[in-house]
């Protein structure tokens, strides 16, 4: 590597967009790995001054061998592949990547709701198997105009629901008791204080946490047994957030009408036989994939290595720093 270049170890795969952002730069030299096993990246980390990287571990061990790291930036969110502990204790931030998918989750639970007022499952399934002329004139569907979703957890991705469920005619409300209740009501929704209550009322309920000890299972066995029975509950937060014994338990009892799941407590899910919740036609389910889509791949590339350069060039946005409390110290 060339004098006084900063190196960034890019590990695999990520859109060329953020690629080209690095080849801009005279200051900055980069290598793409070609794999990303441990042993890969052990072995060339040594002279990184940037870890991008997308899914792979970065252990204590990978950490502590790049004795000049200066950021690691993760693709995305979620950071439990990332020795944050280590990271910190060495003062190096961890950047995540938190505009790229907003939007691309929120149209995912539009389309899990849309999909489950319209009968989307059953309706493909049995179509295709010779159904028409049985199904045409039965009316399964309902509209969601004048329906009544309840939005928990109105951060950046809850906030880019309720536009769209507005524009569609549904009436909003909100529980997060950690966001003013002035930003929730300037997005023309209600504000729910009493989350059993919130529920009693809702013909859909949309999670938008994150998973935490206050969050797992804020939709359980309690909540199930509160719920109309037309409503339909979508989960494209993270697996947990929603009790999936008590999903299935209120499924089965025909407690709610239907469900969206994009994400599960054991991923990846496991077929069929072995997951209840993939028997049901009034549950559509999504590989974990609501964030995932072209426009949020290419927008997170640029994002991720965009905080790469951020921190080199001492601009970083403490809001996509986690461990903010090194930004001090750094230089
Ligand atoms: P965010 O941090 O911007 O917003 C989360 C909101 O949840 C915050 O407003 C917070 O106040 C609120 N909250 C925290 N505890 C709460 C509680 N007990 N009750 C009600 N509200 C509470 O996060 P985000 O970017 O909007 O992401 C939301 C979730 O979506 C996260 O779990 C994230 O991991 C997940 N996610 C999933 C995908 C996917 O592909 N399925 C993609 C991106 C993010």
Redo the contacts with the bound molecule.
Sequence with gaps: MGDNKKKVLVIPNIHPAGIELLAARPDVEYQILESQTPAEILNNVTDAHAIAVRTALINGDVINAAPHLGVVARH???YDSVDVATLTKRSIPLAIA?HS??V??AE?AMFMLLSLAKQGVYHHQETRAGGFAQLRGTGRGVEIADKHLLI?????????VAPRARAFGMEVSV?????DKEIIQRAECRVITD?NHGVTQADAIT??????D??RG?LGEQQFAEMKSNAFVIN???GG?VDETALVSALRSNAIAGAGV??FVGEPAPPTSDNPLFSFDNVIV?P?????TQESLKRTAIEMIQNVLDVFDGTIDPAAVVNREVLGRYD
Excluded at 175 to 179: F, G, L, N
């Design positions: 995305g969110v979620g938190i998918n907003a691309s989750v995912h928990i957890g109105f951060g950046r991705i809850g906030r880019q529980y997060d008791p950690y966001v989350l999670v938008h946490t994150p998973l935490n206050e969050t804020i494209t937060a993270r957030v994009d994400v999504s974990h994939s609501a964030g995932v």
